[in-house]
């Protein structure tokens, strides 16, 4: 399943997004570009956090982020991916925003959501008709919505066709490790699975 293309992938960020929501994700894909750096590999993500106007965010807990550009001057993506957070009930009722995640949606290879940012996806039309997960305290609002055809809970991502959708916060992560091997295939999201360290041990589990 290896593929050595290079992808752009876009991260959606706004006001009250969920700070590891995407930060978790952009760890990810930027760990697999430090990991092929490591192994004298060349190939390379572009990894581009895109807010409406290009502006800093200020996010749910307070961390303030800035973009790397705005809808308008955002490359054309291979991979979309828009986190959760209150702001998503905001975000909503955006036209401008949901008109653009519905376009930019059409050309993409992948699109994805972290928690509430299924949202985003079923309303904009992405993930309209299709199965989906989000945070747990968020399915029964999604379900109500009736815009997907289903809300899977207790599990930490669902596939349907290109959209993939995870569960709640650190979900993300697991989410966009899949992902990458996907695209780039499973060693390599092995390799930067390792280079993160990233082996959850639940700390009152952990304890020694």
């Known amino acids: 399943m290896s593929n050595i293309k290079n992808r752009t992938i876009g991260i959606l960020i706004f006001n009250d997004a969920e700070e590891l929501d995407f930060v978790g994700p952009y760890e990810v894909f930027t760990m697999s570009n430090e990991v092929n750096g490591w192994n004298g590999k060349e190939g390379r993500d572009k990894v ?16 303030v982020v800035s973009a790397h550009c705005s809808l308008a001057d955002a490359p054309a993506l291979d991979v979309l991916l828009i986190p959760g957070g209150q702001g998503t009930r905001k975000e909503v009722n955006n036209a401008k925003l949901m008109a653009w995640v519905t376009k930019v949606a ?6 994805t959501s972290v928690c509430t940012g299924a949202l ?11 199965r989906v997960t989000t945070h747990w305290g968020f399915t029964q609002t999604l379900r109500e919505r009736k815009e997907a055809s289903e809300v899977l809970e207790n599990i930490r991502y669902v596939r349907d066709g290109n959209v993939v959708t995870a569960a709640g916060v650190s979900a993300g992560i697991d989410m966009a490790l899949w992902l990458l091997g996907q695209m780039h295939g499973e060693n390599q999201a092995r390799l930067t699975q390792r280079g993160m360290e990233y082996d959850p041990a639940p700390p009152y589990t952990a304890a020694v």
């Open 48 to 63: 581009v956090l895109i807010s409406e106007d290009g502006k800093p965010v200020t996010c749910a807990k307070g961390m």
């Open 106 to 111: 059409q050309n993409c290879e992948w699109v």
């Open 120 to 130: 985003l996806l079923t309303a904009a039309g992405p993930a309209k008709g299709k």
